[in-house]
C-alpha cells in the first residue's frame, strides 16, 4: 500500500463529513501523515443592490468566516486530543474546485471526504461535490458514506 505523507480532509461539520474524518485522522496516524482539514465556505449569493435590512453584505461575509473560524477550532478541540502534525484553512469558493486547489497547494497524497449520498432530484438539483472532485481529481480520492445506521 502507498505510504500518504500528506492527507487533506474537507468538513462542512456534518455527521458525514465528520465520519470521513475520522478515517482521515486514523490514517494519518497509521502513515504518519500532516493532516490538512479543509472547510470551504460556499461562496454566498451576492446581495449588493438588493435591500436586506440590519445587515452589509460585507458584514455578513465577515459572520460567516467569524462563525466557520469557531467551529473550526471547536472540531479540532474535541477531535484532536493527541494529534498534533494538521493545519487548518477555510476559504470561500465552490467546495469542488477549492478541494482540488489546496490539494494542490498543500502537496496531499490522498482526498478524503464525506458524501451525502444525495440520489433522484436532490442529486440533480445540487450536484455532488464528491463526484466533482473525483472526476476531476488528479490525486486519489476516498469517499465515505455515513451509513443509516450511524
Given at each position: 500500500m502507498k505510504n500518504f505523507s500528506t492527507i487533506l480532509v474537507a468538513v462542512d461539520f456534518s455527521d458525514s463529513s465528520d465520519n470521513a474524518f475520522q478515517l482521515a485522522l486514523s490514517m494519518a496516524q497509521k502513515f504518519t501523515a500532516h493532516l490538512v482539514i479543509l472547510h470551504v465556505i460556499n461562496e454566498p449569493i451576492d446581495l449588493r443592490g438588493f435591500y436586506v435590512p440590519h445587515i452589509s453584505y460585507e458584514k455578513l461575509e465577515?459572520?460567516?468566516?467569524?462563525?466557520?473560524?469557531?467551529?473550526?477550532?471547536?472540531?479540532?478541540?474535541?477531535h484532536l486530543d493527541d494529534f498534533s502534525d494538521f493545519e487548518t484553512a477555510i476559504v470561500p469558493g465552490m467546495p469542488?474546485?477549492?478541494?482540488?486547489?489546496?490539494?494542490?497547494?498543500?502537496?496531499?497524497?490522498?482526498?478524503?471526504?464525506?458524501?451525502?449520498?444525495?440520489?433522484?432530484?436532490?442529486?440533480?438539483?445540487?450536484?455532488?461535490?464528491?463526484?466533482?472532485?473525483?472526476?476531476?481529481?488528479?490525486?486519489?480520492?476516498?469517499?465515505?458514506?455515513?451509513?443509516?445506521?450511524?
Amino acid at each position: 500500500m502507498k505510504n500518504f505523507s500528506t492527507i487533506l480532509v474537507a468538513v462542512d461539520f456534518s455527521d458525514s463529513s465528520d465520519n470521513a474524518f475520522q478515517l482521515a485522522l486514523s490514517m494519518a496516524q497509521k502513515f504518519t501523515a500532516h493532516l490538512v482539514i479543509l472547510h470551504v465556505i460556499n461562496e454566498p449569493i451576492d446581495l449588493r443592490g438588493f435591500y436586506v435590512p440590519h445587515i452589509s453584505y460585507e458584514k455578513l461575509e465577515e459572520e460567516i468566516v467569524e462563525g466557520a473560524e469557531k467551529m473550526m477550532q471547536s472540531f479540532c478541540r474535541l477531535h484532536l486530543d493527541d494529534f498534533s502534525d494538521f493545519e487548518t484553512a477555510i476559504v470561500p469558493g465552490m467546495p469542488y474546485e477549492q478541494i482540488l486547489q489546496q490539494a494542490d497547494d498543500s502537496g496531499a497524497d490522498l482526498i478524503v471526504l464525506g458524501t451525502h449520498g444525495r440520489t433522484g432530484l436532490d442529486h440533480v438539483l445540487f450536484g455532488s461535490t464528491a463526484e466533482k472532485v473525483v472526476r476531476k481529481s488528479k490525486f486519489p480520492v476516498l469517499t465515505v458514506r455515513l451509513d443509516e445506521d450511524d
